[in-house]
T-cell receptor, first 114, second 112 residues
Framework: KAGVTQTPRYLIKTRGQQVTLSCSPI?????VSWYQQTPGQGLQFLFE???????NKGNFPGRFSGRQFSNSRSEMNVSTLELGDSALYLCASSFSSGANTEAFFGQGTRLTVV | GESVGLHLPTLSVQEGDNSIINCAYSNSASDYFIWYKQESGKGPQFIID?????DKRQGQRVTVLLNKTVKHLSLQIAATQPGDSAVYFCAENRSNDYKLSFGAGTTVTVRA
């Protein structure tokens, strides 16, 4: 069974640009979550989707947005990039609609803003 | 504020010895806990989980202990191997919250 797939693996963008990251969950998983990982802040929750509905959102500015498609694939978008957005963006998928279920992570997308 | 944290940022262990990684949480409403292992250049890898109605759970070479009285979580790794070198994170989840809150992580280095 294939794991969580994130594309692209690496990305370099310029300040002010926008970026879209993609996540394909494990087959059969309908919940997708996004996290930002930086050396200073650690792993921070961005948002979670289930059946195309956002169920929770973290404390990030409105420049960060996401969506989920009917096939459970998800994308997140960051507009007007800032240097501080440089981070590893991780996607996790879960099978159940319940909160307390195993979450499996992808390899992440390493975003560098210059 | 409410957070999940690890007691030590680094841990050096002799190969073959047992490792104990600790984590404290502050929210008594947390009812599900996971330990993750993250190797360099990779995403976090699920190790083991435990629900709040349990105080101990065992996996292959790993044991998670949960002490709800003092809000403490630990991960024990038996016979630590070089491949266990990584950053370990504890994470907690609150019912109907649909998110994980992570601790800062402990870097485990295994000495040959």
């Amino acid at each position: 069974k294939a794991g969580v797939t994130q594309t692209p693996r690496y990305l370099i963008k310029t300040r002010g640009q926008q970026v879209t990251l993609s996540c394909s969950p494990i087959s059969g998983h309908r919940s997708v979550s996004w996290y930002q990982q930086t050396p200073g802040q650690g792993l921070q929750f961005l948002f979670e989707y289930f059946s195309e509905t956002q169920r929770n959102k973290g404390n990030f500015p409105g420049r960060f947005s996401g969506r989920q498609f009917s096939n459970s694939r998800s994308e997140m978008n960051v507009s007007t990039l800032e240097l501080g957005d440089s981070a590893l963006y991780l996607c996790a998928s879960s099978f159940s609609s319940g909160a307390n279920t195993e979450a499996f992570f992808g390899q992440g997308t390493r975003l560098t803003v210059v | 504020g409410e957070s999940v944290g690890l007691h030590l940022p680094t841990l050096s262990v002799q190969e073959g010895d047992n490792s104990i990684i600790n984590c404290a949480y502050s929210n008594s409403a947390s009812d599900y806990f996971i330990w993750y292992k993250q190797e360099s250049g990779k995403g976090p890898q699920f190790i083991i989980d435990i629900r709040s109605n349990m105080d101990k759970r065992q996996g292959q070479r790993v044991t998670v202990l949960l002490n709800k009285t003092v809000k403490h979580l630990s991960l024990q790794i038996a016979a630590t191997q070089p491949g266990d070198s990584a950053v370990y994170f504890c994470a907690e989840n609150r019912s109907n919250d649909y998110k994980l809150s992570f601790g800062a992580g402990t870097t485990v280095t295994v000495r040959a």
